[in-house]
């Protein structure tokens, strides 16, 4: 039986989403970070073993425009 899908709704802050470097079949992970400056150090940090994509800022569950 399959699962039903669930609408997921985000906290407010700034999103990038990580996937594993050989795989391209893994579905990517979101991490959630309050602040611009927690977010770019973090890109720093997974960027070097994983595939880092900036995903964007939330607020009032909605994705920003950057």
Do not use: C, W
């Amino acid at each position: 039986m399959p699962r039903q899908s669930k609408k997921i709704s985000l906290k407010d802050g700034f999103y990038i989403e990580i996937k594993a470097s050989g795989s391209s079949h893994q579905s990517p992970i979101l991490v959630r970070r309050n602040s611009k400056e927690e977010i770019d150090l973090a890109l720093k940090q997974y960027g070097k073993t994983k595939n880092v994509r900036f995903y964007g800022e939330v607020k009032n569950s909605k994705l920003v425009a950057n």
